[in-house]
């Protein structure tokens, strides 16, 4: 299967998610779109796509959402799976949260989703985020909290439904 993950990273921890992934998908042909680098990728080749962002206060990044309301028939008839990165500790929250980073159509339609976790890394960050981290997360520290568990249920599910 060509598969395309698509994804935007501030700091760099959903590009190493989506090299996470595609190291798991042994089956695939797997090519990255970094939409930092190619703002507006064709995508009408690859059978399935895989869509990822971080989360900031609890919203995608704006590139992501504009990828999507773009695309959005186009991923529509795609198989098609998510993920957000992210380091809010609730579990209800983070639902909330993977359910609001897409469009809920685009969302309800996916195979899979998957709130993956994330990282806080202070050297990546700048005054004003560090400063802002210190404060609601308490810590001071790179934090690393990507939850392989859930990225292999995601994979497993892709597997599941796409072969």
């Known amino acids: 299967m060509n598969t395309a993950i698509i994804y935007t990273s501030k700091h760099g921890t ?12 042994t089956d695939s042909q797997v090519s990255f779109i970094d939409l930092k680098k190619d703002k507006h990728p064709d995508i009408h080749s690859f ?58 159509e685009l969302y309800e339609y996916a195979v899979s ?9 202070f050297e990546k960050m700048n005054f004003f985020e560090r400063a802002i981290i210190k404060r609601i997360a308490k810590t001071d520290k790179s934090v690393s909290a990507i939850k392989s568990d859930e990225i292999d249920k995601l994979i497993m599910e892709i597997i599941n439904s796409w072969i």
């Not at 609890?58 to 959402?65: F, N």
């Open 47 to 104: 059978d399935g796509i895989i869509l990822g962002t971080s989360m900031y206060a609890g919203a995608s990044l704006e590139i992501m959402q504009r990828f999507c309301k773009k695309n959005f028939e186009t991923l529509k008839q795609k198989r098609l799976a998510l993920f957000v990165c992210g380091m809010e500790p609730d579990i209800i929250k983070q639902q909330k949260e993977l359910a609001k980073a897409y469009p809920q």
């Open 14 to 25: 959903t590009a190493k998610v989506a090299q996470m992934i595609a190291e798991r998908l």
């Open 113 to 121: 989703a998957c709130f993956a976790g994330g990282e806080f890394q």
